[in-house]
């Protein structure tokens, strides 16, 4: 069964960073893209970055770039976001997300970890 | 940046079909999909690559994509079908979800 656990959301004050971690089981890790998608509370979906299997493409949304790193640790089935100069907009829920084979897009989620940023 | 455009809500009564509309410039040219979203959960995925369904997903679940929009149909629908629903498609290297609908059951 593919999970997808979470961690590292909380209560930041706008300018502050926080990393995001997101820990796999129940599939090859190292086989698959993995993003990590977002929801402001009451809004819609946000797609905010994704990277490639072994780590050598990385790929974000205009709003993020620049201050949003993605990165993974294959040996630990891992998937960070770090997130920089954060800013009020950037309040959401984030979830991390595996996805498919063969250009198939995200085909599970996380539960999700929420980021809050406020003074 | 490219936009995929849904409307806000859709109703529709126990046992009839409902169809969710997903609007982008050329949207036939790229695959889309659609997934489902309860309150307090996370989405799932209902439609990928179009027209196919994922393990598990009921067959009254249908998809289409042609022209400038792609179609979610729910035939029979049921009252566990009320949710919001996303579509997605992949354009310049990012992901784009839609601006999701609202599927009441009556």
């Known amino acids: 069964e593919v999970q997808l656990v979470e961690s590292g959301g909380g209560l930041v004050q706008p300018g502050g960073s926080l990393r995001l971690s997101c820990t796999a089981s129940?599939?090859?890790?190292?086989?698959?893209?993995m993003s990590w998608v977002r929801q402001a509370p009451g809004k819609g979906l946000e797609w905010v970055a994704n990277?490639?299997?072994?780590?050598?493409?990385?790929n974000y949304v205009d709003s993020v770039k620049g201050r949003f790193t993605i990165s993974r640790d294959n040996a630990k089935n891992s998937l960070f976001l770090q997130l920089n100069s954060l800013r009020a907009e950037d309040t959401a829920v984030y979830y991390c997300?595996?996805?498919?084979?063969?250009?198939?897009?995200?085909?599970?989620w996380g539960q999700g970890t929420l980021v809050t940023v406020s003074s | 940046s490219y936009e995929l455009t849904q409307p806000p809500s859709v109703s529709v009564s126990p046992g009839q079909t409902a169809s969710i509309t997903c609007s982008g410039d050329?949207?036939?040219?790229?695959?889309a999909c659609w997934y489902q979203q309860k309150p307090g959960q996370s989405p799932v995925l209902v439609i990928y690559?179009?027209?196919k369904r994922p393990s598990g997903i009921p067959e009254r679940f249908s998809g289409s994509n042609s022209g400038n929009t792609a179609t979610l149909t729910i035939s029979g629908t049921q009252a566990m079908d009320e949710a919001d629903y996303y579509c997605?498609?992949?354009?310049?290297?990012?992901?784009?979800f839609g601006t999701g609908t609202k599927v009441t059951v009556l």
């Open positions: 050329k949207l036939g040219d790229k695959y």
């Open positions: 990277i490639k299997e072994d780590g050598s493409e990385k």
């Open positions: 997300a595996k996805e498919g084979p063969d250009e198939e897009p995200i085909d599970y």
């Open positions: 129940g599939f090859t890790f190292s086989s698959y893209w």
């Open positions: 997605q498609a992949w354009d310049s290297s990012t992901y784009v």
């Open positions: 690559h179009d027209t």
